[in-house]
């Protein structure tokens, strides 16, 4: 019954030649976050490329204690775990900025990116062995304790330390946290951080499929990433996207999904039915600069789900009034598909070839 499976939705394909004798590649790849995480980087010295790599990956894992509610130890298991206790969890500042941007997201989307859909995203199991179809009544009980405007965040100075600042969470009674569609773009940014702040110019960071791209690769003008082919295997692409200074974050259906009784179940939830999202969009790839003045990971994560789950009409009216935002959209409508390309990925966006569209009987609506 089940087909869970993780992997990144994009996929390198440029592999630099290293012929320049001082250009040197450094590059780790590791399990984490419940996904694998590859950092490769380039520059002159091989030891100090080596050791940004490390100081990112343990920034990484750090942050996965923090937020992880496969941990029983971690700030947001612990909040969950005791949601109405009084006076609210005293959390880290990470734990803290992600949950304000959370809400902040939340806001920004109408609540189509909830991080408060923790209670559902346990009872439907999805992506675990436990994975099952609640029955109407099962979920219905739990939607009036889904929603962000509902958690309370709370900054104070320390009383007995007044350089010290608190911050406190308060939930209320039945609300748990999920912040799975956002914390992976939140320790992207936070790993370019490090790497950027140990000197590497040169790097890419796939955290499962939320890509930082650092400067460019040697040689090359921008780093030449393949958008997967939702109706494609592992390594099929329809398009390469050439970036620098950018993350790019893609969300899809067909990656984490169950099938029952030929239904397929995918783990995007729409918060306001508390199902699965039904929506005509296979595939969202989210686009914005990154660098150290605008670290725009956690947000394109973020927004990655929310268009999902909004459909292609409402995600296309949220792109035209957020010009900074850049997408590609994949949709698919009585069985035809058709991509959508906001005006600043045309010039960066070349279409692998038109099997992708020829397959599936679609057509290439990129503007
Ligand atoms: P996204 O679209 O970015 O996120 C979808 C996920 O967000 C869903 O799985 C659900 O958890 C949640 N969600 C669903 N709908 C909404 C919505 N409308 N609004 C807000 N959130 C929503 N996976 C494991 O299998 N084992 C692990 O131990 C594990 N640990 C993790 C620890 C951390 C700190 C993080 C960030 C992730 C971990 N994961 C783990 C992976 C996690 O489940 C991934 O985030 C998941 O695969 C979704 O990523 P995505 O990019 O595919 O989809
Ligand atoms: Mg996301």
């Not at 304790?145 to 608190?166: F, H, M, N, W």
């Not at 997967?228 to 950018?246: E, K, M, N």
Request: hydrophobic share 40%.
């Amino acid at each position: 019954m089940a087909a869970c499976v993780v992997a990144a939705a994009a996929l390198t394909v440029s592999h630099v030649s290293l012929s320049a004798r001082e250009t040197m590649k450094a590059e780790r790849e590791t399990f984490m976050l419940g996904t694998l995480i590859n950092i490769s980087a380039y520059g002159s010295d091989k030891s100090s490329l080596d050791a940004a790599i490390s100081a990112a990956m343990e920034e990484i894992s750090r942050l996965e204690q923090l937020f992880s509610v496969g941990i029983a130890s971690s700030e947001i298991s612990r909040i969950n775990a005791a949601p109405t206790l009084e006076g609210g969890h005293t959390v880290s500042p990470e734990t803290y900025e992600l949950l304000a941007q959370s809400l902040r997201e939340a806001e920004e989307t109408e609540g189509a990116f909830d991080p408060t859909v923790g209670a559902l995203v346990g009872l439907w199991g999805i992506g675990t062995d436990h994975t099952r179809v609640p029955d109407d009544f099962e979920i219905a009980e739990l939607l009036p304790d889904i929603g962000y405007r509902k958690v309370a965040l709370l900054q104070a100075l320390d009383e007995e330390d007044p350089s010290q600042t608190i911050y406190r969470v308060s939930l209320g009674k039945g609300r748990q946290l999920d912040l799975g569609a956002i914390a992976k773009g939140y320790a992207a940014d936070r790993a370019a951080r490090i790497m950027r702040a140990s000197g590497v110019k040169s790097a890419l960071l796939n955290l499962g499929g939320d890509l930082v791209a650092i400067g460019e690769p040697p040689k090359r003008r921008g780093w030449r990433l393949a958008l997967r082919d939702p109706y494609g295997g592992r390594g099929d692409y329809f398009a390469v996207i050439t970036v620098s200074d950018s993350v790019v974050v893609t969300s899809g259906a067909y990656e984490r999904f169950f099938e029952q009784d030929g239904v397929r179940y995918h783990h995007i939830l729409n918060p306001a039915t508390g199902r699965p999202a039904v929506t005509d969009l296979v595939s969202v790839s989210v686009v914005m600069e990154q660098n150290e003045a605008r670290e725009n990971g956690a947000r394109c994560d973020a927004l990655s789900t929310a268009l999902f789950v909004m459909g292609s009409e409402k995600a296309r009216a949220f792109l035209d009034k957020h010009k900074e935002v850049q997408a590609i959209l994949i949709s698919e409508k009585d069985g035809e598909h058709s991509v959508y390309v906001t005006d600043g990925l045309k010039n960066i966006v070349t279409y692998s070839d038109n099997a992708f569209l020829q397959a599936n009987g679609g057509k290439n609506n990129a503007r």
